[in-house]
């Protein structure tokens, strides 16, 4: 998988034998590579070109979980919950499809317990009725960065710990999510030697429609040819999820 430097001097490649009257900053072009994946990857989102790709998966195998008030979890009918499970930490963002955020498995440290995204109080009402086949199934709700497991009446036995794995944008999120503080971790790489988060396949086309997005921003014409240099991303550039 490329990293976000090899990703911008693919995109600087391109534009060095165009003309432009100003530098593109690397954050800018990373910026608009970014909001281009988020795009192929919501068309793509159900493709099982996705779901069977080995690159841009992140996968957070220790996820803290803590009780919370029922009613912070608004998608879930709180009438119907014995109590109400939070990670204890927010979680780097995700890029999303047409069905919510990409996410592969949520499940126990273990795998013995795989959890399934609930969508909307009907559902809910549903399982609490019995009415699904599923009976033992337990499912997950992904709020505002937060994951929230609900646990039905009657049950007592909530996970202190969960693992994820999802298409989260940005690789050095998860590598500071899971070292707990990358300022101190020895071997965190810097966000320039980060994965670039976009399956191999949409790499090329990903490329090309960051490269007419900027000529189309920067009035660019394609038939002569100058020379342009690229900024640096330096840390106070970091970009923002």
């Not at 969960?162 to 070292?179: G, L």
Request: proline fraction near 5%.
């Amino acid at each position: 998988m490329a990293t976000i430097s090899e990703f911008i001097s693919l995109v600087n490649i391109s534009l060095n034998a165009l003309p432009v009257d100003s530098k593109i900053p690397n954050k800018y072009v990373f910026q608009m590579g970014r909001n281009v994946v988020a795009d192929f990857l919501k068309k793509e989102s159900e493709s099982r070109r996705i779901t069977t790709a080995s690159e841009g998966w992140s996968e957070i195998d220790c996820v803290e979980m803590i009780e919370v008030p029922l009613m912070e979890c608004g998608g879930v009918e709180v009438n119907l919950c014995e109590k109400m499970m939070r990670s204890k930490y927010q979680l780097p963002d995700t890029f999303t499809g047409y069905n919510g955020n990409i996410i592969k498995h949520v499940a126990s440290v273990n795998f013995g317990q795989i959890y399934e995204p609930l969508r909307g109080i009907r559902l809910w009402n549903d399982v609490q009725k019995r009415e699904v086949k599923k009976k033992n199934q337990k499912y997950y709700v992904f709020i505002n960065q937060h994951l929230y497991i609900p646990i039905p009446k009657g049950e007592q036995s909530a996970p202190e710990q969960i693992r994820i794995e999802a298409y989260f944008k940005n690789k050095w999120e998860v590598d500071e999510y899971k070292s707990l503080g990358c300022k101190t971790c020895k071997d965190c790489v810097s966000v320039l030697e980060s994965q670039f988060v976009v399956p191999e396949f949409l790499l090329n086309p990903v490329v090309k429609e960051t490269v007419n997005i900027i000529m189309n921003k920067y009035k660019i014409q394609s038939d002569n040819k100058t020379d342009m240099n690229s900024q640096n991303l330096t840390e106070q550039q970091k970009p923002s999820s």
